[in-house]
């Protein structure tokens, strides 16, 4: 599994991409990712107090350490995130906090680095799910129910059933903040590994 997560990310990005994060920036984007992904798992809610600070402190410092080019990549980044991510936000599939804190990775990482802690969080998210899935004996339902999920995505949202959001307390539902948070822990390694 470490080997095929290497190879992805390797065809993902470039080493260097990682590798351009300041190590000021990683301990900042360590302590998001982590302090969220504990508050997703027990509340279930990524609080704007932490999200917003975060996002406009990602555009801080990367123009002061980067002058324009750091401003640039970081609204590339944070564009990026929130851009990809607003059709699952728009279709009640993906929580507000989850897209905030996703912009905020952004804006402190910048457009390559995000994107490799996005793919790894959705493999991380989805290995949860499945987990969920089995444990609770619904893995026909949540089947289903992504198909349609997927089906309201290719159409925008036309004529989808709106009892598969996020506010059905009936359906199973994952912390994506925990695959965020792993999802950094483990670009983080993967960084001072090949370091």
Not at 63 to 74: D, L, N, P, R
Not at 105 to 134: C, E, K, N, T, Y
Request: no cysteine.
């Amino acid at each position: 599994m470490l080997s095929y997560l290497r190879q992805t990310s390797s065809l993902l990005m470039t080493e260097f991409t990682l590798q351009s994060v300041s190590e000021k920036i990683w301990v900042l984007v360590l302590a998001l990712t982590l302090f969220a992904a504990f508050t997703d798992w027990r509340t279930r809610r990524i609080p704007n107090w932490l999200t917003v600070p975060a996002f406009l402190a990602g555009i801080a410092l990367n123009s002061i350490f980067g002058g324009w080019q750091g401003a640039k990549a970081s609204l590339q980044g944070a564009g990026l995130a929130l851009g990809l991510l607003l059709p699952f936000v728009l279709l009640r599939g993906l929580g507000a906090g989850d897209w905030k804190l996703m912009g905020a990775v952004g804006a402190m990482m910048g457009w390559r680095p995000m994107l490799f802690v996005l793919f790894v969080s959705i493999l991380a998210s989805g290995l949860m799910a499945v987990v969920q899935m089995i444990v609770t004996g619904r893995v026909k339902r949540t089947l289903w129910n992504t198909l349609i999920l997927a089906k309201g995505l290719a159409t925008f949202g036309l004529g989808m059933k709106r009892d598969i959001t996020l506010d059905n307390p009936t359906l199973l539902k994952v912390p994506f903040g925990v695959g965020v948070g792993a999802a950094t822990v483990f670009g983080f390694v993967l960084t001072h590994l090949r370091s």
